[in-house]
Structure formats: C-alpha cells, structure tokens
Nanobody, 118 residues
Framework: QVQLVESGGGLVQAGGYLTLSCAAS????????MGWSRQAPGKEREFVAS????????IYADSVKGRFTISRDNAKTTAYLQMNSLKSEDTAIYYC???????????WGQGTQVTVSS
C-alpha cells in the first residue's frame, strides 16, 4: 500500500556533504513518522535518525548527531537527510522507513548507496 523511494546517494570525499530524499506514495493515512537507517558491509542495520509527522520531535544516533539533520515536507510526502562533515565510516546503504500511527504498519524503501572516500 505504501511505497518509498530513496534518492540522492553517491560518492563524496570525506568532509563533504550530501542530501538524501525519500518520497512516499500510496496509503499513508496522513499521520506517520519517518526515519533513516543504514547498513555497512559486514555489519547489521543501525538506526540513524527519525522524525514525527509534525517535525517537532527528532532523534539521532550518537554517531551522526551534530552532523546529520532529518526533516520532512508533508505536502510533498517526502523526508530528507542532510549529511555534513561526512566520514569514511558513514559509508553504507541508507534506507528510508515510514511508520503509520493509524495502522501500526512499517514500510521500507530499497535503499540508496552512500560512499565516502578517505
């Protein structure tokens, strides 16, 4: 019912910046939280950031706090992840997540690759 498409990934140098986008379509039931997670080669998926539908509450993993910023545009049904001061350890596939507060369902995108060269 809900589809998520990530975009904006690519190759950047350490210290650089990149912005990821996540466009949602389908039956979102209006009220939903969105977030980002990532998975590096040989590692399990880890939480990165989340934001409530109003944008009033945000949560960040300690590893990205102060460098990454999550935001959303409900009119466009899109979430963003602004990544600054990128490090080699940020290299991973980044996944977008949507949680429907109306149904309790979770949805995931296919991911977008972010590679940071040292």
């Amino acid at each position: 019912q809900v589809q998520l498409v990530e975009s904006g990934g690519g190759l950047v140098q350490a210290g650089g910046y990149l912005t990821l986008s996540c466009a949602a379509s389908g039956r979102t039931f209006s009220i939903y939280k969105m977030g980002w997670s990532r998975q590096a080669p040989g590692k399990e998926r880890e939480f990165v950031a989340s934001i409530e539908w109003s944008g009033g509450t945000t949560i960040y993993a300690d590893s990205v706090k102060g460098r990454f910023t999550i935001s959303r545009d409900n009119a466009k049904t899109t979430a963003y992840l602004q990544m600054n001061s990128l490090k080699s350890e940020d290299t991973a596939i980044y996944y977008c997540n949507l949680y429907s507060q109306a149904t309790g369902a979770n949805y995931w995108g296919q991911g977008t690759q972010v590679t940071v060269s040292s």
